[in-house]
């Protein structure tokens, strides 16, 4: 007998195990397993390289040819190939499928980056009303009392200070400040307490 001929019967006594396991025969399945499991987990494990993941993609391809076996057709092929070709796309399925998921994970990282926080974003509109209310208020105050408040407030000087910058006597400037502020407050609707 040569090996043609034995790879041949082999080969049908697969189809004919794999028509068994069609039907939920679990000694069928069992030989089946025993013949091709070997292979299922060295192609997943050539195309995944990480022992962990080749195992579940054989566990998943083996469960699979338990629930397809009736879609198994020996003209489109051998057994083995058939489960091959299951292990072989699950394999490639896994790899793109991590890769997406890299992929995603880095999109979202530069998009988190790239956008401020909510909190950063709704602190700065409130700031920006806030300054325009304010500047809203300094308007309302006279020439004197703005020139204090914002000498005091915004530059930072002492009243001895705003008194010289504005030449004009200290008792004035502490007046005329003590003044503007509370129009501001009052302005402002802030409560004085």
């Known amino acids: 007998m040569n090996d043609v001929t034995r790879a041949d019967r082999a080969e049908d006594g697969m189809s004919a195990l794999l028509g068994r396991v069609a039907e939920g025969d679990e000694d069928a ?4 397993y025993e013949a091709v499991s070997g292979s299922v987990l060295g192609l997943a494990y050539t ?4 022992r962990a993941q080749a195992e579940e993609v054989a566990q998943e391809v083996l469960v699979e040819v338990w629930r397809t076996a009736g ?8 057994v083995r190939t058939w489960v091959l070709t299951m292990a072989h796309r699950r394999a490639v399925d896994r790899v ?3 890769q997406a998921s890299t992929e995603r994970e880095r999109r979202s990282a530069r998009l988190e980056a790239a956008l401020p926080e909510f909190d950063e974003v709704s602190e700065a509109v409130e700031h920006h009303e806030e300054r325009d209310r304010v500047r809203r208020c300094l308007g309302s105050l006279t020439e004197i009392q703005r020139q204090s408040v914002t000498l005091a407030y915004y ?11 504005l030449s004009v006597p200290l008792g004035t400037v502490k007046t005329r400040l003590r003044d503007g502020l509370l129009r501001l407050r009052d302005c402002l609707g802030v409560n004085g307490g």
Not at 29 to 32: E, H, I, K
Not at 47 to 50: A, C, E, P, S
Not at 155 to 161: D, F, K, N, P, S
């Open 29 to 32: 399945f069992v030989s089946v």
């Open 47 to 50: 195309v995944l390289r990480d």
């Open 96 to 98: 793109r499928s991590a």
């Open 71 to 78: 879609r198994y057709r020996a003209d489109r092929g051998s």
């Open 155 to 165: 530059r930072g000087l002492t009243c001895r200070e705003v008194s010289e910058e």
